[in-house]
Structures are given as structure tokens and as C-alpha cells.
């Protein structure tokens, strides 16, 4: 499975509570996107917690491309 | 000077003095460079060149003359814009005569439109064009995503704007990584950086926005945001950028181009992320309509089989399944005192509690030998006052189902 973005896991959870608030799933579906949904809740709750954003600079290597630590 | 102040080399046979070429063309020289140390001279640009040495080469011009110019690196790298044939200019610089040539030629050091009329003129020019090709239009603009984790900064490495852009972020999104493309942010050559720095970015592929753009200046020193390699960049760009240009008031053309337009560097750092209290926010209340549509569910649920349970036989009362049916008052009341006292069931409990349910759901009742009797239209039947003889009605069995005929009613 590709990596899972916050977006991506934002956009589904809202989509998980419409379904379950439109109550039209049997109880077995239900349930199982209700702990979709939980997770889906953890692994945001963690994102939000997460405070190791870098600075990086973007260095131009020939063809390639690479990051350097940038210090301020 | 008259000939005959001036020096002679020789004198031919017949008594004519001459002088040598070289000769003749030093004392021009000479004459020229002293006459014309410092001029100002306004003209037309025509056959300009640019040379790779970064020498530019020029004509300056007007309706009956020209004169050749030459505007050297070290004094070019400085102008702010990028002069092109038919510009109306004021170039100071000296004469100089090239003996090897025999040309003359001005020596430009400093370079500038003839006026700022000019310069807006240039200005509303490249602006209609580029408008006319849709390089505005709001349907080529792309979405800015909702909750970027990596965002491209295309500015200078030393500037006030970096700085404020950084912190602004870490304050608000203290995930997000941040990537810088340093470049120049004023002066010749800067706008073809920063247009390089977008494609470099595109070619790199992996951030999710990009702020672009400087801190406050004078109009020469935002004058590459006007330039249109700078707007055909960002057009191009698929990454969505935000322009972050700090004029406040002004639009650069590349403020038209940019997918969102903010009036400072931070002004940018603030609409490129949401605020992470804002977000927890979101995701709390995401977490509690969660839970509670699960509840809904399950009342729902506790709702439907309560219904039901009027259409089975009481047989068995040990039986387990009998039981948890007697009970089912008591789970519905369990699941209503939790709500009332504000108390979010934790998924383990939800979970425990839609398990008890699931045991009475048809499935189970029906493996202990109960059918589900129901009309023709499915509606499950309760009362055998409603059926008539000889009505179809389907019985589902745990395995199977089957269509019989009433043959005979009994009322209770």
C-alpha cells in the first residue's frame, strides 16, 4: 500500500463517519469501518504530534537529486 | 588641433607630411577620451547582444545616428532588468576608441529606461500578453492541498524572508518538513534562478506546495517577479505554489500566475498550512462522530431486534439465546445511561457490545432451529391476524428458505 498521506487519512475518516451516520450498513460493516475509522484517528492524532519537521536544502547532483541538512 | 599641431612622421618627397595610421588614431583617441570622459546619452536599444562572457553589446540609437556600446559584466550584473531592442534608455559611460578597429565606442556603466512611464509601459505589456494567453485564468490554477507535510521554498538563503517563513511554520505545523532551493532574489539574473529553482523543484517531484518569493524592496529590487521567465515558470510548474512577494499592495505579474497570491512571506507561511490546534480540533470532533454513529448503529440495531423478538417463539427458556433476548432491554439501557452521562463507550466496549448483539442477530437465532417467517413483500410477520388462507409467505431458515401456503390460522 502506497504511503499513507494525513490527507488521504483525513479525507477517509470523514468519509467513514458519513457512511455510519447514514446507518444504512449491516452491523458487521459497520463495525469494521468503525475501527477503520479509530485507527485512522490514532495514526492522524500521531502525525499531529509529531514536532521533527526539518529544514533541508535541495541540492542538484548531475541528473539527480539530493537533501542536505540546512542549518540556520 | 590643426595639421600642423600635430606630429609628423615623415615627409614624402613632394613635401607632404603624413602620419601613420596608428599615429592618426592615438591622437583621436586621445581627442575623443579627453572631450568625452563622462556622458549621458539616451537612445533606442538595437542589436543587442548577450554575449556568454555576460558582456552585452548594443546600439544606441535615434532617427539619423548610432553609436556602438559596450556594457561589461562587472557593470551589467547589477541592472535589474533585461534590456531588449526598441527600449528607450539613458546610458552614462565614457568614449573610448578601439585603435585595432577603428571604431569608437561608449563604455556603459550605468543602464536605465529612459523613464518609470517606460518601465510600467513594459510592465502593462508583458501583463496584457500574458493574459491574453491565459496565464491568469483562474481554471488553470491548481487546488493548494489541504495538509502539505513537505513544502518547497524557493528564496534567499540569507534574507528576512526565509527566516519568518520557518518559524511560522514550525509554530504552526511542527511536522512538516521544509526543503529550500536557495536563490538570488534581485538583480540581473535572478529571475532566470528562480525560474530554475521552480523547474528544479518539479523535476525533484516529492514536495506538496511551494512558497516563492522575498521580503520587501524597492521596485527594481522585486523586478524578477515581473520578468516573464519567472511567470512562464510557475505556469508550467504542476506543483501548486503560492506567491509570497512582500509589496503588500502591489501585484508582481507573477502574483497573477501564482495558484494563491499572499501579500508577505509569512502571509504565505500561514495559508500554506492549517494551525495544528485547528486540526486537533477537526480530528476530535471527527473521533466523537465516530463513536457516535457507531452508537447510532448499535441503537439502531438494539431497535430493529426488538421488533423482531415479537415474532419468535418463546420455547426455550435456557436457552442462551432466550436469555440474551431478556436482556436486551437491559443492553439498551446500558448503552442509554452511557450517553446520558456524557461517557464515550471506548471501542473495546463497543466492540463487546455489538458482539452480544451480533449472538441475536437472524443468523444466530435461526441455527438454533427458529425461521423467520415473512409476506411476499418481506415484511417479517408478527400477527396471524393478517394473513389470510392460502397466502403465500417465505420462511428463511438458517440454511435455505422455503415459500409455503397458510392452511390454517390460529388466533391468539
Known amino acids: 500500500m502506497a504511503k499513507k498521506t494525513f490527507e488521504q487519512a483525513m479525507s477517509r475518516l470523514e468519509e467513514i463517519v458519513g457512511k455510519l451516520e447514514d446507518g444504512s450498513l449491516s452491523l458487521d460493516e459497520s463495525l469494521k469501518l468503525f475501527e477503520e475509522g479509530m485507527e485512522l484517528s490514532r495514526f ?29 | 588641433m590643426s595639421q600642423s599641431q600635430l606630429e609628423f612622421d615623415d615627409m614624402l618627397q613632394d613635401g607632404t607630411s603624413y602620419v601613420t595610421v596608428s599615429r592618426l588614431t592615438r591622437d583621436i583617441k586621445a581627442l575623443l577620451e579627453s572631450a568625452f570622459p563622462g556622458v549621458c546619452v539616451q537612445g533606442e536599444i538595437s542589436n543587442f547582444t548577450h554575449h556568454s562572457s555576460g558582456h552585452i553589446y548594443f546600439s544606441l540609437k535615434d532617427e539619423r545616428a548610432q553609436i556602438p556600446c559596450v556594457m561589461w559584466r562587472s557593470n551589467n550584473q547589477h541592472l535589474f532588468f533585461a534590456p531588449t531592442d526598441g527600449m528607450k534608455v539613458q546610458a552614462r559611460g565614457r568614449l573610448s576608441l578601439y585603435e585595432k578597429r577603428g571604431v569608437y565606442q561608449l563604455d556603459v556603466w550605468q543602464l536605465q529606461h529612459a523613464g518609470l512611464g517606460d518601465l510600467q509601459l ?30 518547497g521554498l ?14 511560522i511554520l514550525h509554530r504552526r505545523a511542527p511536522n512538516v518538513n521544509i526543503i529550500l532551493n536557495p536563490v538570488r532574489v534581485q538583480g540581473r539574473g535572478a529571475a532566470n534562478e528562480i525560474a530554475a529553482a521552480i523547474d528544479e523543484f518539479n523535476e525533484f517531484g516529492d514536495v506538496d506546495v511551494l512558497i516563492v518569493g522575498r521580503g520587501g524592496g524597492s521596485l527594481e529590487d522585486l523586478w524578477p517577479f515581473n520578468e516573464e521567465v ?29 495558484d494563491l497570491r499572499a501579500p508577505t512571506p509569512s502571509a504565505a507561511a500561514e495559508l500554506a498550512v492549517p494551525g495544528r490546534s485547528e486540526l486537533k480540533g477537526q480530528l476530535g470532533y471527527l473521533r466523537e462522530a465516530l463513536i457516535g ?12 431486534l426488538r421488533v423482531l423478538r415479537q415474532s419468535y ?34 471501542s473495546e466496549q463497543l466492540t463487546g457490545l455489538s458482539q452480544r448483539l451480533s449472538l441475536l442477530a437472524h443468523e444466530n437465532v435461526l441455527k438454533r432451529g427458529y425461521s423467520l417467517c415473512s409476506t411476499s413483500d418481506g415484511v417479517p410477520v408478527m400477527n396471524s391476524n393478517l394473513l389470510e388462507v392460502g397466502q403465500p409467505v417465505n420462511l428463511r431458515f438458517h440454511i435455505g428458505s422455503a415459500v409455503a401456503k397458510v392452511q390454517k390460522i390460529h388466533n391468539s
Open chain 2, 293 to 304: 454513529g457507531m452508537q447510532g448503529r448499535l441503537r439502531q440495531q438494539i431497535d430493529q
Open chain 2, 313 to 346: 417463539a418463546f420455547g426455550r427458556p435456557k436457552d442462551r439465546v432466550h436469555q440474551l433476548w431478556q436482556r436486551l432491554d437491559e443492553l439498551q439501557r446500558s448503552l442509554r445511561q452511557s450517553l446520558r452521562h456524557g461517557l464515550e463507550l471506548d
Open chain 2, 154 to 167: 524557493v528564496t534567499s538563503a540569507s534574507g528576512a524572508a526565509l527566516h519568518d517563513i520557518v518559524n
Open chain 2, 230 to 258: 519567472v511567470a512562464r515558470a510557475v505556469f508550467r510548474s504542476s506543483i501548486p505554489i503560492i506567491s509570497a512577494v512582500g509589496h503588500e499592495v502591489d501585484f508582481s505579474i507573477y502574483d497573477f500566475v501564482a
Open chain 1, 44 to 72: 492522524c492524532e500521531a502525525k499531529l504530534d509529531d514536532a521533527n519537521g526539518r529544514v533541508q536544502r535541495l541540492v542538484k547532483d548531475g541528473a539527480d537529486f539530493r537533501l542536505e541538512s540546512e542549518t540556520e
Open chain 2, 122 to 151: 513594459a510592465f502593462e505589456r508583458l501583463k496584457k500578453r500574458l493574459h491574453d494567453e491565459g496565464l491568469f485564468a483562474a481554471e488553470v490554477k491548481h487546488d493548494l492541498p489541504v495538509y502539505p507535510e513537505r513544502i
